[in-house]
Structures are given as C-alpha cells and as structure tokens.
T-cell receptor, first 114, second 106 residues
Framework: ETGVTQSPTHLIKTRGQQVTLRCSSQSGHNTVSWYQQALGQGPQFIFQYYREEENGRGNFPPRFSGLQFPNYSSELNVNALELDDSALYLC?????????????FGPGTRLTVT | TQLLEQSPQFLSIQEGENLTVYCNSSSVFSSLQWYRQEPGEGPVLLVTVVTGGEVKKLKRLTFQFGDARKDSSLHITAAQPGDTGLYLCAGSPLVFGKGTRLSVIA
C-alpha cells in the first residue's frame, strides 16, 4: 500500500509570487484535504476535495485554490504569496465512504516566503 | 466555529512517569482522532473514538472519549523517550487542536 506523498519537500519563494504544491493520495482513498501548519501550532484546515470538487473550506482567502484529478491526486495553489504564508503545508487523504474522518498525512512541504 | 482546546501545551517528564493530556470542546463531535507528529513529518493517526464513554488502548496509551462526546483524554503509562512528540486531537469534521508537545527525558 502506497502512502501519501508530497512534492516538493522544501520551497523558498518571494512575496507576491505564486506556488503550486502537489500531493498523491494513499491508494484506495478518494478524498484529499490540505492543511497549513504554522510553527508551534496545530494544522489548520484549508479545503477538502472529493470527486474533483471542493467539499468544504476553512477560513482561507480565495488566493488559496486547489484541484483534484481523476486519479485522486491534488494540487494546492497559492497566489500573491505573503510572508505569513510561510508554513508546513500538509496533505491528507481519506475515504469519505468510511464514515469517520481518519486522515492519513504526507510528510508535508515546508514553504518559506521571503 | 468548533474549537478544540488541548492541555497542557507543553509537558516535560522523566522516563517511567505517567501522564495525561486533555482535549476539550464546547461542541459535540461525531468522532475524534488522536495523532502524533514528530518534527519535520506529518501527523500519524493513533486512534479514532466514536462512541461516548469509549475507551481504547494502544499498548501503553489509553484513549477515552467523554460521555457527551465533547472531550477526550490520552493517558500514557511509563512514558519512554520514543513517546516524545506533538500529540494532536482532531474532531470530525477536520478541526485540530494546537497540540501538546511532550518531551520524555531518559
């Protein structure tokens, strides 16, 4: 069974730039969720994708957007980067049919905005 | 907005000691998960509790879900250095606490 993978591992961007982060879900899972984790904090829910459509969103501005592909992999796009966007971005996959929100996380992408 | 409050925020103990961490909310959750996260890695699922009053054991870790499904606790018996990490509780849907950072000193 293949776990959740994310790329890249680390990324450094300049304020105002755009970034795309990628995630491959665990085999057998049909749902992908993205989280932002600032240093010393718990993960904050950004949004979830199911059947290639957004299936819930946290309190993040529209410059955070995403996609889910037919193979259940996903992208997180962030436009007009701000310094506060520096964080660990976590992707988690799950099966919405399982009835409980058990999230299986990837190792994360560490984004630094300068 | 559903919130999960975890306490204590930080805990440093000696190897062999017992400890309990708490996860509290004013909201009812249909299920609650506990995760452990190590530096530079994603959280790893430890357990899911679903039924009010439910108790689950995972080796030296005991998890309890409150009767009203608003709170949970994690008890570790005879802590070991390998238990060091950030312990996160998460409620369904998709709400995480800020975590308890545990350090077990040999």
């Amino acid at each position: 069974e293949t776990g959740v993978t994310q790329s890249p591992t680390h990324l450094i961007k300049t304020r105002g730039q755009q970034v795309t982060l990628r995630c491959s879900s665990q085999s057998g899972h049909n749902t992908v969720s993205w989280y932002q984790q600032a240093l010393g904090q718990g993960p904050q829910f950004i949004f979830q994708y199911y059947r290639e459509e957004e299936n819930g969103r946290g309190n993040f501005p529209p410059r955070f957007s995403g996609l889910q592909f037919p193979n259940y992999s996903s992208e997180l796009n962030v436009n007009a980067l701000e310094l506060d966007d520096s964080a660990l971005y976590l992707c988690a996959s799950s099966s919405i049919l399982a009835g409980v929100d058990e999230q299986y996380f990837g190792p994360g992408t560490r984004l630094t905005v300068t | 907005t559903q919130l999960l409050e975890q306490s204590p925020q930080f805990l440093s103990i000696q190897e062999g000691e017992n400890l309990t961490v708490y996860c509290n909310s004013s909201s009812v959750f249909s299920s609650l998960q506990w995760y452990r996260q190590e530096p530079g890695e994603g959280p790893v699922l430890l357990v899911t509790v679903v039924t009010g009053g439910e108790v689950k054991k995972l080796k030296r870790l005991t998890f309890q879900f409150g009767d009203a499904r608003k709170d949970s606790s994690l008890h570790i018996t005879a802590a070991q250095p390998g238990d060091t990490g950030l312990y996160l509780c998460a409620g369904s849907p998709l709400v995480f606490g800020k975590g308890t950072r545990l350090s077990v000193i040999a």
